[in-house]
């Protein structure tokens, strides 16, 4: 219950942080949005939408009460609401955030045990390259890497686009199959590493001892009494790492042209749209938020000494 | 954790500094680490000599010209050198880097010291920190961009706002460590005063990891300023960035795929650059960690 206090106060400092950034930054906000061909009228015109005219405490009441209800407000350029754009782009972004997430957990973490079980030899070696490695490539070089690679010299997989999957598993799939590893492969690194981490200190304590000295084989302790124990930290960073993934997607939405809400953001930073941002932040901000709160409770369930 | 290495600090010749040096030694990663951002950063200065023309000289007669003798990374859809605004490109990239690194860990260090010790202030900072942290960085620097006209200062500025949380995080975790530690609560009962036990008893112990941290944050800044510029939130179009040069190409990398590769090669191996030193300064500077990461 604690825990879920702590999260309502996070969401609402998010809120109140995306909300005075308005009126924090220097310059009249209604003019930078308009742009450099407004005239006069525009500016007065999303003056009186963003409601810049009213004093600051009345219109963030206003706004948070528009937001408990369900209301993100209305888009500068089309005049729809932001929600109803947001939901018409939901669908791509959650299947390839989906996709990515799974594919990364289901290679990182097998990763990082091996390297752990093999410390010190090459394989340990080729796993940690290979996370300084995915460290540092951009998510974009990368994606015009693999496209280059499997879609324009090989062949293989499709340039661009995105298939819903009504249309079919194996369309769909195909489609997904290059921004999931482009935009995985950073977080393949930073599960893979703290794995690895976190698995070498479990390994050394005496239980693990113990269970090899009752000659249990290697894969059940390394399996059952090390990974259990190991979770804690390899789950945290799952959780935080949402947020590369959620920055990542965005740019991997655009270089493989995916309708998503990454695309409804960078078109809405294009015309400086912000409520549309404003909108897109406190969503993905949200899901982080609860993302993280999951991970939380799942400490529950790894390590039994954990309550709330 | 970062506690063995705060321990004990700088004087030259101290085992400390053997030890770092033997370290280093012991990692030939981070000096191969050194010498390519060395390398980058004479780049970045000499620019102008390195056998470039005008990054911003227009030919339209040469649009499109994939590498060759005269036009070593090929000219871009304007006709301008490629090599040219590559190597101009260095100086955002390294500027935003070094300048987010350095800002985002001198407030993060000024705000965690004081929150470490106030205790009223800091469950005030820390739940404001929380909220900031979980905004994804790269949509924090968005909104800010969206809200003010692009340039590198506001770049450098919105990146820093959100690098800024975790390095609070950092310094307020090895604060609440250090203050526990019994020279500090001797100062506390000689009745040293606040400002003398943070800068002359905690600071010093903060500067380790703190060294460490900002080689990170200068790796994902530049990460995040070739993000923003890549969708058009970042370095406006009329100063090269590796990051514009690559969101310029967008359109036409299935012709003219070396207007990516060649300043993609260059901000990867840059930020390899920093990760490696910054792995090889940690492993040197707290040894219990070096054999796990």
């Known amino acids: 219950m604690r825990r879920l206090g702590a999260t309502i106060v996070v969401m609402a400092v998010v809120a109140f942080v995306v909300f005075s950034l308005l009126y924090l930054t220097p310059g009249d906000p209604a003019a930078i949005l308009a742009g450099d061909a407004a005239t006069d009228d525009d500016i007065r015109r999303i003056r009186a939408k963003l409601g810049l005219d009213e004093p600051f405490f009345v219109r963030f009441g206003g706004w948070v009460w528009a937001l408990l209800h369900g209301d993100l407000g209305t888009s500068i350029f089309t005049n729809l609401p932001v929600t109803r754009l947001i939901g018409q782009r939901i669908e791509p972004t959650v299947a390839l955030t989906m996709c990515t997430l799974v594919i990364s957990i289901a290679i990182a973490v097998p990763l990082g045990v091996i390297a752990a ?8 070696r080729a796993v940690m390259a290979f996370s300084v ?18 879609s324009i010299t090989l062949e293989w997989l499709p340039v ?12 769909w799939f195909r489609h997904l199959v290059l921004p999931s590893t482009a935009l995985g492969t950073v977080y393949i690194a930073l599960i893979a590493r703290i794995t690895r981490a976190s698995m070498l200190d479990v390994l050394s304590q005496d239980y693990v001892r113990t269970a090899q000295a009752k000659g249990l084989s290697s894969r059940a302790v390394l399996l059952r009494h090390a990974l259990k124990n190991a979770a804690v930290p390899i789950v945290t960073v799952i ?12 740019v991997t939405e655009t270089v493989f042209a995916i309708p998503g809400i ?16 404003q909108g897109v ?8 938020v609860l993302v993280n709160l999951a991970v939380d409770m799942s400490y529950m369930y790894f390590d039994p000494r954990i309550r709330y | 954790m970062a506690m063995t290495a705060a321990a004990a600090l700088p004087k030259s010749g101290s085992p400390v500094w053997r030890r770092f040096r033997e370290s280093l030694r012991r990692h030939p990663t981070a000096i191969v680490g050194g010498v390519v951002l060395l390398l980058m950063i004479l780049i970045a200065i000499f620019a102008p000599w390195l056998g470039s023309i005008d990054p911003q000289a227009v030919a339209p007669i040469r649009r499109l010209k994939p590498p060759s003798a005269e036009f070593w990374f090929g000219s871009d859809m304007l006709g301008r050198d490629v090599y040219s605004r590559v190597l101009y490109g260095a100086r955002v990239s390294l500027a935003v880097g070094i300048a987010v690194a350095v800002l985002s860990t001198l407030l993060g260090l000024a705000i965690g010291l004081v929150t470490g010790f106030v205790r009223w202030l800091d469950a005030i900072v820390m739940r404001v920190m929380d909220g900031l942290m979980s905004i994804p960085p790269v949509l924090l620097a968005i909104a800010l961009i969206a809200l003010t006209r692009a340039s590198v200062e506001n770049v450098i500025a919105a990146i820093t706002l959100a690098e800024v949380p975790r390095v609070v995080r950092l310094v307020r975790s090895l604060v609440l460590t250090l203050r526990e530690q019994p020279y ?10 606040l400002p003398r036990i943070l800068v002359r008893h905690i600071l010093p112990n903060t500067m380790a990891p703190l060294l460490v941290q900002a080689t990170y944050v200068c790796a994902s800044a530049m990460i995040t300023e070739a993000i923003l510029s890549f969708i058009g939130a970042g370095t406006p179009p009329n100063i090269p960035s590796w990051g514009n040069i690559m969101a310029e190409a967008r359109s036409l990398f299935q012709i003219a795929g070396y207007l990516i590769l060649f300043p993609g090669i260059f901000l990867s191996l840059t930020v390899l650059a920093v990760n490696l030193l910054g792995d090889g300064m940690r492993d040197a500077l707290d040894p219990r960690l070096a054999r796990r990461m």
């Open chain 1, 117 to 124: 079980a093999k410390v010190g030899t090459w394989v340990d």
């Open chain 1, 133 to 150: 490695l995915g460290f540092s490539v951009p998510v974009f070089v990368l994606a015009y890497v693999l496209i280059g690679t499997f």
């Open chain 1, 160 to 171: 661009q686009g995105y298939r819903p999957l009504r249309d079919g598993v194996w369309e």
């Open chain 1, 239 to 250: 959780g935080i790492g949402i947020a590369l993934l959620i920055g990542g997607a965005i």
């Open chain 1, 262 to 277: 990454g695309r409804l953001t960078v078109d809405a930073i294009l015309r400086r749209d912000y409520p549309i941002i």
């Open chain 1, 281 to 288: 932040i406190l969503l993905f901000s949200g899901v982080y």
């Open chain 2, 184 to 193: 500090v609560e001797a100062a506390v009962a000689a009745g040293t005063t």
